[in-house]
């Protein structure tokens, strides 16, 4: 999904951006771009939530105020889809913060491990138990940093476009947080 995503040519860009351009004078043209990018929010959202019909609700939300507020989205280098990234977890985080729900975290045994070896440990299953538990001890900016590097392959700078920080701040901040983990984990 987010090698799709990070690796678009210069004429993919400039004609996202044209395409974002026609959306904004005419609201039926935003068609495309919720064809284009539907899916891939859709799975963000479920990964988040767990719930296919939650999943739906807050995508269309996610659309609905990408729409409204269209003519608020500025071209800053990164596809157009960072900027939907960030109005889907907006709209993830509202929604639990109102129903005061934990969220769900859709975790792979090898992502587990690269965050693991990134941690500079050994992978085996007591470590595996062990970064499992030390999740529920990250505040929710930090779970979303390790979410988007490790479990969804983002760039250090499409992360900083979601998050709404440099490039180099997201990568402070996510070595930060492995090394929080691995802090935890020791503990």
Known sequence: ???????????QIEEEKLQIELAKQDPKQFETLYNKYFQQIFIFINRR???LDLSGDITS????????NLNKYQFKGVPFSAWLYRIAL??????????????????EE?????????AEENFSEEKTSALINAFQQLEEDQ??????????KRSFKEIGEIMEITEN???????RVIDKLKNIMKS
């Open 1 to 11: 999904m987010s090698s799709q995503v990070l690796h678009k040519t210069d004429q």
């Open 49 to 51: 939530t767990d719930n």
């Open 61 to 68: 939300q996610v659309f609905l105020k990408a729409m409204l």
């Open 90 to 107: 907006s709209e993830i985080n509202q929604h639990y913060r109102e129903n005061q729900k934990n969220r769900a975290i859709s975790l």
């Open 110 to 118: 090898t992502d587990l491990k690269n965050i693991i070896e990134e």
């Open 143 to 152: 779970l979303q940093l390790i979410e988007l590097r490790f479990f969804e």
């Open 169 to 175: 701040n997201a990568k402070v901040k996510v070595y």
